[in-house]
């Protein structure tokens, strides 16, 4: 149910990006989604990969840090009000989404997006029962749609 | 007075103060008249002063005669200093060196055995003996750390493991599986090998390890603190350097106060690193060597750059040796930051207190219109790396603050990749200084 997330620390400063990017075209490993996070220092690329295990180890030995993490895929409609249903499911649940970004593809009228809780069994269980599609690891690394 | 661990090799150790200044001064004007007539730098340098080595009369007298330094072992790169002939060296090492060339020691015979016979002191000094399992995870090779310390360990009836350094997960098998009770090896690879050893859910306070003989780099209080408790062992300081010998110059005995020196061939003087004049005993200075009984390649008088104070007074152990403060800093890593004196090794105390362990770290200089800047480069050690910039922000916040309280003076801190500081042959360059560029 969990999405396996792989962090890399990057200075922040030109240059940084391609040398991860032509370590994992090179593995022939997809990249499905990513966001990169900034501050005037450094950044954190998180990434979403079609084999997070290899990808892992292949960054490691080059040298980067890498942490994994564990995020969530949920479905939302993709109109007005998708998210903000979305939102208003977990509303006073005392869950805190630490970060979120988007998948570049959706299913017909759907988008799919990761989600950071702060509290991942808590957010899936609520989301679930409320009828929300939280999306298979399996899909997210193997594109679907 | 009985040792409770006697080795025979361990007899000077006690001499009446008398009777070591007396062989002292024997061995001195030996070696002083042996590198006046075999070696051509040092005949050249007495020479000029209108010396000769039987103005040596008494101990004191040492002062008159001129210094060695690191750059006449460059100068007269590779066998320039030798007093021996090639075919009475037995032994070469060289070490790394961060600039240029290496410099090159030589060993007679004669050499090697008074080596492993302070090597033999050096161990028994913290308790071990025969019977004990040293693990020696020193490199060996052309540094002298792991040679010296196998001799020496071997030389005493010990069990020596020859591991060498690297490769953490087979010495934790090698330290559990071999029952160890000893290891040698530089602090900082003993804590990676605590933290490795926990990950893998060794707990090395379980093991049968009770001491540690940890050297060739400056170490501090809190890192034996840490290594002490975290490895249920006794850590103790050793000192040498490859100039004189190789570990064995000096080492801590049970009392962990002070490090002995071995002077019945390694004399000491303290002297102010910018003059050179002697200082009284008790006085912080530079640490000052003479080989009293090296045939190979005698050293009169080199400057280490060890900063350290002699310490008077009879220790607790019964040895009858005199004592150095243990070496935190060297007088050529002092950076003068806008007026204020600041230490390699107390950036180190800083980040070492905050990450639990010592990241690669850099020190870089510029001047910015006329005003000196220090920015410190902090590798992200998996350890300390989180996917939140919040954590990383605070990491970021919580070095810089604790450089701040410990220089006195407000540096930058900047976390970079792991890797990207550059090493030279293992060792991090740890300051680059641009301020005469700009």
Known sequence: ???????????????????PCRLLAGAGINIRTLS?????????????????????????????????????AIEVADRPGGLAELMAILENSGINIEYMYAFPFGRQDRAVLIFRFDQPDAAIERLQAAGVNVVESIDVYNKVS | MTPSRFHPASAPDYLPPAQMKSLQLDR?????????????????????????????????????????????????????LFASPIEEVVRLHASSGTTGKPIVVAYTQGDLDVWTSVMVRSLASCGITHGDIVQNAYGYGLFTGGLGAHYGAEALGATVIPISGGNTERQIMVMKDFKVTAICCTPSYFIHLLERAGELGVDVRELPLRA????????????????????????????????????????????????????????????????????????????????????????IRYRTRDLTALISGPCPCGRTLRRMRRIGRRSDDMIILRGINVFPSQIEGALLAVEGTLPHYQIVLTRDKGLDQMEVLVEVTPEVFSDQIGALEKLHETLTYALDQTLGVRVAVRLVRPQTIRRSEGKAQRVIDRRNLG
Request: net charge negative; proline share 5%.
């Open chain 1, 36 to 72: 990169l996070a900034d501050t005037r220092q450094f950044g954190i690329l998180r990434v979403i990969v079609s084999d997070w295990k290899n990808a892992a180890a292949l960054l490691e030995s080059a040298g980067y840090v890498v942490n994994v993490t564990e995020v969530v």
């Open chain 1, 1 to 19: 149910m969990k999405i396996h997330q792989l962090s890399l620390f990057l200075e922040n400063q030109p240059g940084q990006m391609i040398e």
């Open chain 2, 28 to 80: 001195l004007r030996g070696v002083v008249q042996r590198a006046f007539d075999l070696v051509e730098l040092f005949r050249a340098r007495l020479d000029e002063r209108g010396l000769a080595p039987a103005d040596i009369r008494g101990l004191e007298d040492i002062a008159k005669l001129p210094f060695t330094v690191k750059t006449d072992l460059r100068d007269t790169y590779p066998f320039g």
């Open chain 2, 212 to 299: 540690g003989v940890f050297g060739a780099e400056p170490w501090t209080e809190s890192m034996r603190r840490h290594i002490e408790s975290a490895g249920g062992i006794r850590a103790f300081d050793i000192y040498g350097l490859s100039e004189i010998t190789g570990p064995g110059v000096a080492i801590e005995c049970c009392a962990q106060k002070g490090l002995h020196i071995f002077e019945d061939h390694f004399y000491p003087e303290i002297v102010d690193p910018e003059t050179g004049e002697p200082l009284a005993e008790g006085c912080e200075g530079e640490l000052v060597i003479t080989t009293l009984s090296k045939r190979a390649m005698p050293m």
